[in-house]
T-cell receptor, first 113, second 116 residues
Framework: GNSVTQMEGPVTLSEEAFLTINCTYT??????LFWYVQYPGEGLQLLLK?????DKGSNKGFEATYRKETTSFHLEKGSVQVSDSAVYFC????????????FGKGTKLSVIP | ETGVTQSPTHLIKTRGQQVTLRCSSQ?????VSWYQQALGQGPQFIFQ???????GRGNFPPRFSGLQFPNYSSELNVNALELDDSALYLC???????????????FGEGSRLTVL
């Protein structure tokens, strides 16, 4: 079945540090891939997406590249800020005609000044 | 543009009771999905509605049911509540199929249900 595996947290970084959160997915077809972010007490917000192999999604300094060879979609940011503290979820679309997303368990990021 | 809104934001119920959660979809969106997010976990797909009909369901028992109305708003009903139903319930909307939809969902802030 469809699944998404992301690195477990929590992750604690100092401000301006480099961030990587690993994510891999099961290779059933070529699903659209997403990173969502959840700030404390809020719902999920789309951070970035990629719809086909080798696409790079980017937003707010975050990037992730759709790697078909390694079935991965790792999230990176060169210099994190305190305001980036949140829970990050990797997800994949279940099928071409489906709106169902399968999510990873989430990675909590805390950035300290 | 109005985003996805959910109500109530918080509620407390006891085992065996029933609950109804409500969702208004984002303007222009006619597909609504519901997700359950247990504490410390990722959201789990419950079901989705399109044109007032359920057209996809996750691994949830029949006591989880829903409705979609002509204005695309939606309800999630849970009967015979159990302690494990305590979670954040998220509603998400999206445009109709074929309208350049890449599968992105637009989420509300959720309804936090506590079952005692």
């Amino acid at each position: 079945g469809n699944s998404v595996t992301q690195m477990e947290g929590p992750v604690t970084l100092s401000e301006e540090a480099f961030l990587t959160i690993n994510c891999t997915y099961t290779a059933t077809g070529y699903p659209s891939l997403f990173w969502y972010v959840q700030y404390p007490g809020e719902g999920l917000q789309l951070l970035l997406k990629a719809t086909k192999a080798d696409d790079k999604g980017s937003n707010k300094g975050f990037e992730a590249t759709y790697r078909k060879e390694t079935t991965s979609f790792h999230l990176e940011k060169g210099s994190v800020q305190v305001s980036d503290s949140a829970v990050y979820f990797c997800s994949r679309r279940s099928g071409a005609g489906s709106y169902q997303l399968t999510f990873g368990k989430g990675t909590k990021l805390s950035v300290i000044p | 543009e109005t985003g996805v809104t959910q109500s109530p934001t918080h509620l407390i119920k006891t085992r065996g009771q029933q609950v109804t959660l409500r969702c208004s979809s984002q303007s222009g969106h006619n597909t609504v999905s519901w997700y359950q997010q247990a504490l410390g976990q990722g959201p789990q797909f419950i079901f989705q509605y399109y044109r007032e009909e359920e057209n996809g369901r996750g691994n949830f028992p029949p006591r989880f049911s829903g409705l979609q109305f002509p204005n695309y708003s939606s309800e999630l009903n849970v009967n015979a509540l159990e302690l494990d139903d305590s979670a954040l319930y998220l509603c998400a909307s999206s445009p109709a199929p074929g309208q350049g939809n890449t599968g992105e969902l637009f989420f509300g802030e959720g309804s936090r249900l506590t079952v005692l």
